[in-house]
């Protein structure tokens, strides 16, 4: 099953602060590979990056997840890459928590070149999305997220 990557830029402005965040990172020579661009699982660690710093800032860390029984587990990443970054360049990881029903949480990302210079609306780097299930984290089975994370993140109603 493909999951759809949603606009991640008109979702921005249309989300709540709970249910987005952002951080800037700046290339360094350990995110390279052999061809002297950022490695693609370097992309991949940004988007867990920013999503952990996510739950973080609203309070729902794993150890406040493991106190209230549920524990996001990713079940399903897709990245389209666009451009390469490169050493020194200044990549905006944007997250926005995109749905959340049942077991099921899914967070669109989108990478974008924000270094001086660049065009308006910066460069296009990368999208991604991950399908998360969340799980009981004594037994490892699917569980529904419990209302209090809901609500941290903006899905109460």
């Keep these: 099953m493909k999951l759809r990557i949603p606009d991640a830029d008109v979702l921005w402005a249309d989300l709540p602060d709970t249910r987005r965040h952002e951080r800037t990172v700046t290339v360094q020579p350990g995110d390279l590979d052999d061809l002297h661009h950022v490695n693609n699982t370097v992309y991949l660690a940004w988007c867990e990056q920013v999503a952990r ?46 749905l959340h029903a049942g077991v099921r949480s899914v967070r669109a990302y989108a990478l974008d070149r924000v270094n001086p210079g660049d065009p308006e609306g910066d460069v296009r780097l990368a999208e991604c999305q991950t399908e998360w299930v969340w799980v009981d984290p004594q037994s490892g089975r699917p569980k529904r997220a419990p209302a209090p994370v809901s609500a941290a993140f903006g899905f109460d109603g």
């Design 53 to 98: 710093e996510h739950a973080l800032r609203l309070g729902m860390g794993t150890d406040a997840l493991t106190a209230l029984g549920a524990v996001p587990v990713a079940r399903q990443h897709i990245i389209t890459y666009h451009r390469p970054a490169l050493l020194g360049d200044q990549v905006r990881v944007r997250t926005a928590l995109t």
